[in-house]
């Protein structure tokens, strides 16, 4: 074989392996041109052979290296791939989810893209704007609305008398279309709710629950009354609340006052001093944690998430303190919390399983 010919075929061989390289990104395939690159090289005479071997060596070191990049590329491509379709699988946070039960039984799925209604002599969003399907709403005396939130959703509602209401996930808030004619001002809560009322002395607002009322003249503060929780807890912002049980007993209202709760459930009631923003955080749109167990803070978790929560391990002995938005996907809420080296999450689908370490 002459040196011109051995130099072609080098120079082609070394093409194909370029090529090869830049299609299928991998370095086995430029393996094997180099192999066949190696076998011409030796089969020319010894005067040339020297000159080609050089060469080759120098094309041998060029493709590993590049080789190597293009490798490392793959795999970089193959992770963001990967994140990104794990962040397609990941559960996205709640948002303005409700329906509205009408007084004759007609049920109205409210906008996602309001966040509010307001009851007046018309149905409307908080906006101002209006749905056509409200125009046939009946807003008299007596004739009772239901706003009913999903888990994963919550929503705010302007009663007519003025009375700010704020809905949180999995709950409802029963109330009258107007208040005119009434000596109080009673609405129905299961859920968990957040009041800023309207004053009015002649006209006692009352939040009933299952176990308790809670009458107000004007007043900032938050009622949880889950049916699946055992207690009841009301929380004052500002002003001053009477919280009576339900227990067919005689016992006097009690007074709660500005960052205290009222607490009912398991046979025992009592009132404590608390850190308010623990207990309207999510009315404000974030999560806040101080010193909860694992169960205390997936209960808020999974409530705005949608999750079916189960456990392994010991969940009383470790405590979690913290601050995040609502506004995150779940995989960030998670990750905040395995920080800590306490705990271990699977999910799959809208169950999430729990390890404590």
């Not at 089969?43 to 041998?60: G, H, M, N």
């Not at 391990?313 to 996907?329: A, L, Q, V």
């Amino acid at each position: 074989m002459q040196q011109d010919d051995a130099e072609q075929i080098l120079k082609e061989h070394w093409d194909e392996c370029w090529s090869d390289l830049h299609e299928d990104g991998y370095p086995p395939i430029a393996n094997e041109r180099l192999e066949q690159i190696y076998e011409h090289v030796i089969s020319t005479p010894p005067q040339t052979r020297s000159r080609l071997l050089l060469r080759w060596s120098v094309a041998a070191s060029i493709l590993l290296a590049v080789g190597v990049l293009f490798g490392y590329h793959i795999i970089q491509k193959k992770d963001t791939r990967q994140r990104e379709e794990y962040v397609a699988q990941d559960i996205l946070p709640g948002g303005n989810k409700a329906t509205l039960t009408l007084a004759d039984g007609r049920v109205i799925t409210l906008r996602t893209d309001k966040n509010g209604l307001i009851v007046n002599d018309m149905l409307s969003y908080s906006d101002g704007s209006s749905d056509e399907r409200f125009s046939t709403a009946t807003i008299t005396t007596r004739q009772h609305l239901t706003l009913n939130t999903p888990t994963g959703g919550n929503y705010q509602v302007t009663l007519r008398d003025g009375t700010k209401v704020w809905l949180n996930a999995n709950s409802s808030l029963t109330y009258p279309a107007s208040f005119a004619g009434q000596s109080h001002r009673k609405v129905i809560l299961k859920g968990e709710a957040y009041f800023e009322v309207a004053p009015d002395k002649a006209h006692p607002f009352v939040v009933s629950t299952d176990d308790q009322d809670v009458q107000v003249l004007g007043t900032h503060f938050n009622v949880s009354a889950f049916p699946d929780v055992k207690e009841t807890r009301t929380t004052l912002v500002e002003g001053l609340v009477e919280v009576r049980p339900k227990n067919g007993t005689t016992v006097a209202a009690t007074k709660i006052y500005p960052n205290e709760q009222f607490v009912l459930g398991q046979g025992r009631q009592y009132k404590q001093v608390v850190e308010v923003d623990k207990f309207i955080d999510w009315k404000d749109g974030y999560f806040l944690f101080r010193d909860d167990s694992i169960k205390e803070v997936m209960r808020k978790v999974a409530n705005w998430y949608a999750l079916e929560v189960s456990y392994t391990g010991d969940t009383s002995k470790e405590r979690f303190n913290g601050m995040i938005s609502k506004d995150k996907p779940l995989s960030e809420v998670l990750k905040m919390l395995e920080q800590t080296g306490t705990v271990q999450f699977k999910i799959q689908d809208q169950s999430l399983h729990i390890r404590m370490k």
